[in-house]
């Protein structure tokens, strides 16, 4: 099959928005229904459909006709359908965004189309707060308050994509342009290169001669990815990419480079504040250059442009105006951690809960990265539909780490749990089984809407099991998809601190949890950070850089990190938090503050 030939979620995706369009545009409704039937017949489908395109067995399949098959035959070798490229050219793009709002089908949207003009948010949402769409046959006050609502819940998350989505969609771009023979110089810019977990936008900035930027321009707009070219000119170009994803491209000379890059990279609020200390200190700062009077103060680096303001170079991660400047300005930014500094990896799963590969292949993925240690942590009983572990298969995983043991040299395995937090914050063992662990993840999965006090105590009262020994994914959040749970964090922190309990900073580019914001809240209490990949693969492994760039923008350094310690330092660590317990056997136990029991 040709190699951009696409699977058999995404050959139903697009026979899905195939019976879209066609509903959209009042098409024969047959039609439509025929491109739905297909894509469900494709997704209960046990057999590849590329297969059945070679072996011309696709009409064969109930759902599929001889005009499906085409369309199929057409995605499976070529990875696109000419109809529908031509369908979905011919409409506004922002009704398939309208689409998307609960309790709006094609049948409506075409409504809000044809009658009221209606082709994106903006104009949904001013014919909803005038009261227009009840004019149309479907309608009342009633929808129009949920299209509202709607429209208020895609914006908070709408356009905004995870970064490691948008760096992957980035790589392509960032290695062709440093590749081209004609660019000087190329840099991500924006909230990328500030590590933000999610971003609106990919930016990149290169160093071109003017006279060569038409073709860096054409190489940037006809990379394969390049679905749409939203603008070029020769110092601007911008596209969206076949995955959604919007990518800019600004060429400058390459004296002006150190300058635009800071300016690009922002945050605003940074290039604000820091404009105005350039002007408290009789300088002019712009995008273009630090000037006083007419002359521009020239910079070969971004580190000049700092030093013009007297202030040494602030990591793009630490740019949000949350005190970097007046930091950088006392001397006295963090040491921030780096990649090479971890040591070891705590918080993987493995097929015996819901990770897809053995404990012995997680053990070798993780040697073969160069880490020292892992920390396996499956789920917990109650985690029944992440096929939690019972007692008796922790003790047997336990036993199958004892059996690796010979092979590992200096390498340690290290055997924990990830125990659910229950209702009322019990964990989910015996004392003496816990105790029998190295370690102890807590983390909350079930009931996430209880009410902040109550959540409050029972993370409270969870961490202060002398078993427990890292706080998993604090807030539970899911980035784009669910808020976090309410919870006073700032009172677990606290607590944590003052329990020697680490906190886990999840790694996996959907958490990000602990949120960078909070990163020096939790160190000024005291707090231990694990950083946790929450690995389901050995590829999951590699979600750590996530950790480690969150890390940083949380102004973390590797001495509060709990993984930048020696495996030695680690089950310290855990041995500490355990001092002075004595687990009693068969019983499940809760304590208070002062570590006593409580029935
Ligand atoms: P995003 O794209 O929403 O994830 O976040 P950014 O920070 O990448 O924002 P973007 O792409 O709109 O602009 C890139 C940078 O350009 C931004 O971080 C700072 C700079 N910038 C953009 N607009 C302004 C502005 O109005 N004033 C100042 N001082 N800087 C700006
Ligand atoms: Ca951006
Ligand atoms: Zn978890």
Redesign the pocket.
Known sequence: MAENSLDKKAIASVLEEMSLLLELTGANPFKSRAFANGARALETLEEDPATLVIENRLESVKGIGKGIAAAITELATRGSFSDHEELKASIPAGLLEILRIPGLGAKKVRALWQELDVTDLEALESAAKESRLRALPGFGAKSEAKILEGIAHRRRYAG?VLASKAERGAEPFVEMLEAHPRVRRVSL??????R?E??????ILVAVDPEDRPEVMDAFTSMASVERIRGRGTTKGSVVTAGGLAV?LRAVAEEEFPYALH??????????AL?SRAKAMGLRMS?WGVFRGEERLGARDEAEVFGHLGLPWIPPEL?EDRGEIETADRGELPDLLEPEDVRGILHVHTTGSDGRESLGAMVDATRRRGYRYLGISDHSVSAFYANGLDADRVREQAREIEALRPELGDFRVFHGIESDILDDGSLDYDDDLLAELDFVIASVHSRFSQDRETMTERVLTAIRHPAVTILGHPTGRLLLAREPYEIDLGRVLDEAGRLGVAVELNANPQRLDLDWRSGRRAVAAGVTIAIGPDAHDTEGLDDMRFGVGIARKGWLTKREVLNCRTAKQVEAFFRRRRRGWTPRKGVRMRYDRDGDPVS
């Open positions: 905004r810019a924006g909230s990328l290169r500030r933000a999610t971003v609106h936008d990919v930016d800019d300016h690009l990279t922002g945050s605003k609020d940074h290039n604000t404009r995008e740019r």
